[in-house]
C-alpha cells in the first residue's frame, strides 16, 4: 500500500458500530470493530501465569500475577491490566495485557497485548530478559 493510501485509510471515518479504544499512555487511538454474533466470546480471568526467562543467567520461572498487580522479575516488574480467554475453551487461549517497566530507569519497555499462541506476533524487545504468556488464570 502506497503512503498516500495509508494517510487516507487510517483518516477514514470509524464506523459507528467499532469500538475505540485509547492508550493510557500516549493517548493514541485504535478502532477494533465489534464482533459479530456467532463469534467466540472472550471471558476476563482473575489472574495469568507468564514465563519469564533471564538470558544472562539463564533462569527460566513461572510468574503467577493477579490481574491489577505488579511482580518483580529480575530488574524488571510486570504489572497485568487484563488476562482474557476464549469464553467455550479456557485453556485454548490467553490474551494479556501488560506493562513491563524498568523502574531504575524509569522507562516503559512494553505495553500491549500478548498473545499465548503468538508470542513474537507483540514481544517485549529487551537485551536481558523475555517475558511471554502462558495461560490465564481461571479458578
Same mark, same amino acid.
Given at each position: 500500500m502506497r503512503p498516500a493510501a495509508?494517510?487516507?485509510?487510517?483518516?477514514?471515518?470509524?464506523?459507528?458500530?467499532?469500538?475505540?479504544?485509547?492508550?493510557?499512555?500516549?493517548?493514541?487511538?485504535?478502532s477494533i470493530p465489534d464482533v459479530a454474533a456467532d463469534s467466540v466470546r472472550a471471558i476476563a480471568a482473575q489472574g495469568a501465569t507468564l514465563k519469564g526467562l533471564d538470558k544472562m543467567s539463564g533462569q527460566v520461572a513461572d510468574i503467577p500475577i493477579n !490481574? %491489577? *498487580?505488579?511482580? +518483580?522479575?529480575?530488574?524488571?516488574?510486570i504489572s497485568?491490566?487484563?488476562?482474557?480467554?476464549?469464553?467455550?475453551?479456557? !485453556? %485454548? *487461549?490467553?490474551? +494479556?495485557?501488560?506493562t513491563i517497566r524498568d523502574p531504575r530507569q524509569d522507562s516503559i519497555l512494553f505495553d500491549g497485548w500478548m498473545v499465548a499462541s503468538s508470542p513474537a506476533?507483540?514481544?517485549?524487545?529487551?537485551?536481558?530478559?523475555?517475558?511471554?504468556?502462558?495461560r490465564c488464570t481461571t479458578a
Amino acid at each position: 500500500m502506497r503512503p498516500a493510501a495509508i494517510a487516507l485509510a487510517l483518516a477514514a471515518p470509524v464506523a459507528a458500530q467499532d469500538s475505540i479504544i485509547t492508550s493510557p499512555i500516549d493517548g493514541s487511538t485504535v478502532s477494533i470493530p465489534d464482533v459479530a454474533a456467532d463469534s467466540v466470546r472472550a471471558i476476563a480471568a482473575q489472574g495469568a501465569t507468564l514465563k519469564g526467562l533471564d538470558k544472562m543467567s539463564g533462569q527460566v520461572a513461572d510468574i503467577p500475577i493477579n !490481574t %491489577g *498487580e505488579t511482580v +518483580a522479575f529480575g530488574r524488571i516488574e510486570i504489572s497485568l491490566g487484563e488476562c482474557r480467554y476464549p469464553e467455550d475453551n479456557p !485453556t %485454548g *487461549e490467553a490474551y +494479556a495485557w501488560m506493562t513491563i517497566r524498568d523502574p531504575r530507569q524509569d522507562s516503559i519497555l512494553f505495553d500491549g497485548w500478548m498473545v499465548a499462541s503468538s508470542p513474537a506476533l507483540n514481544a517485549l524487545d529487551h537485551a536481558r530478559y523475555d517475558v511471554w504468556v502462558i495461560r490465564c488464570t481461571t479458578a
